[in-house]
């Protein structure tokens, strides 16, 4: 069964830095466009950004441009989200999730908490 | 950016009802459409992609139909386990949008 693992989130001062990791098993993980979705307390999804298998093409909401960086490693089947100048909107639960069609999740980690708070 | 208009935001039917659940775009999204299902702290479920296919184990009752701007989720017969929230989302282009949820709550 297909398991994506989230770790890294936290308590974190606005401004401040935090970097999301995704462990993905039981899939060839470099064949796969992967993603981060997220979702504010007692709110819908967003859609945070996206990366296609080798990096040649990533994608951000407008919100995380310039703050966000995903990226992943093939090697070790890990996925990245480095957040910096965080905002206390980015306060969520961000999901790593598999991209199975390019923009179709077909499988979602169980979320991480991310809380930006003084 | 594609705006995705979803209704009613809340809907409550009784188990054994036909549920109908819409999702509007603001611009033509083909049929690069897909529905999600969500349950109170679980992450969220594929049930339909690309407008009308059924994802792996998703049942029978659930189906998908629609294209260009106007789509809609069904479901045939309600089961106690169907109530929960529903997205749908587009991947026509980017940025990748959800729409606001719709809440399928018991009546």
């Known amino acids: 069964e297909v398991q994506l693992v989230e770790s890294g989130g936290g308590l974190v001062q606005p401004g401040g830095s935090l970097r999301l990791s995704c462990a993905a098993s039981?899939?060839?993980?470099?064949?796969?466009?992967m993603g981060w979705v997220r979702q504010a307390p007692g709110k819908g999804l967003e859609w945070v950004a996206s990366?296609?298998?080798?990096?040649?093409?990533?994608y951000y909401v407008d919100s995380a441009k310039g703050r966000f960086t995903i990226s992943r490693d093939n090697a070790r089947n890990s996925l990245y989200l480095q957040m910096n100048s965080l905002r206390a909107e980015d306060t969520a639960v961000y999901y790593c999730?598999?991209?199975?069609?390019?923009?179709?999740?077909?499988?979602w980690g169980q979320g991480i908490v991310v809380t930006v708070s003084s | 950016e594609t705006v995705l208009t979803q209704s009613p935001a809340t809907l409550s039917l009784s188990p054994g009802e036909r549920a109908t659940l819409s999702c509007r775009a603001s611009?033509?999204?083909?049929?690069?459409l897909a529905w999600y299902q969500q349950k109170p702290g679980q992450a969220p479920r594929l049930l339909i992609y690309?407008?009308?296919n059924r994802a792996t184990g998703i049942p029978a009752r659930f189906s998908g139909s629609g294209s260009g701007t106007d789509f809609t989720l069904t479901i045939s017969s309600l089961e106690p386990e169907d109530f929960a929230v529903y997205y749908c989302?587009?991947?026509?282009?980017?940025?990748?949008?959800f729409g606001q949820g719709t809440r399928l709550e018991i009546k």
């Open positions: 690309d407008a009308v």
């Open positions: 039981e899939f060839t993980f470099s064949k796969y466009w």
């Open positions: 989302q587009q991947r026509n282009s980017w940025p990748i949008t």
């Open positions: 999730v598999r991209d199975w069609m390019v923009g179709t999740f077909d499988y």
């Open positions: 611009q033509s999204v083909t049929s690069f």
């Open positions: 990366t296609k298998q080798d990096e040649t093409e990533k």
